[in-house]
């Protein structure tokens, strides 16, 4: 299963960038996030192998994260041309993620953010649920897009719609 999902949002490529790729702040956009811990490596970095944990109501989800792309690797160093780049798989039981991430500039103060998510599912009620409803995964995805923009944005909180 693949899809593609995008969002503007009114803030400069580079700092949409920085403020994505700084692990502090997943909490305040990544609605579920429980935990995402580095495992190996420097958290956010090429080659960081992370533990996240989601938890949605009574159900709970583990999975193995690996950033598999990171360009530039310096974020505070972005030339104009430049396509930011961030890829990462994801591994749970049952399923595999990967992610492509690409921030470009809809004009120097608003970007562009598209994400193309791929899934493989290799339990037959994963298999199931990804066949019958594929639009519940692209919905989501589309939810922590909106998220973030309103974290990046107005600073809104997704801990506090919780509360």
Known sequence: MMYTNSIEIALPRKRV?????????I?????????????SGEHGQLGTTSRV????GQRT?????????????????ILPSTVVQFDREIVAAGMW????????????QKTLWVS?????????????MGALMPGIFH????????????????GTDVREARN
Request: proline content about 7%; hydrophobic content about 40%.
């Open 61 to 77: 989800m583990e999975a193995t994260e690996t950033i598999t792309r990171r360009e530039p690797t310096d974020l505070h160093e």
């Open 116 to 128: 193309e998510s791929e899934f493989r599912f290799s339990n037959p009620l994963m298999r199931l």
């Open 97 to 108: 993620n990967l992610v492509r991430d690409r921030l470009t500039d809809a004009d120097p």
């Open 139 to 154: 919905k989501q995805s589309q939810q922590h897009m909106q998220d973030f923009k309103a974290f990046a944005e107005q």
């Open 27 to 39: 909490p305040m956009w990544l609605r579920d996030v429980v935990l995402h811990e580095p495992l």
């Open 17 to 25: 960038a920085q403020l994505l790729a700084d692990p502090a702040h």
């Open 53 to 56: 944990v989601m938890q949605a």
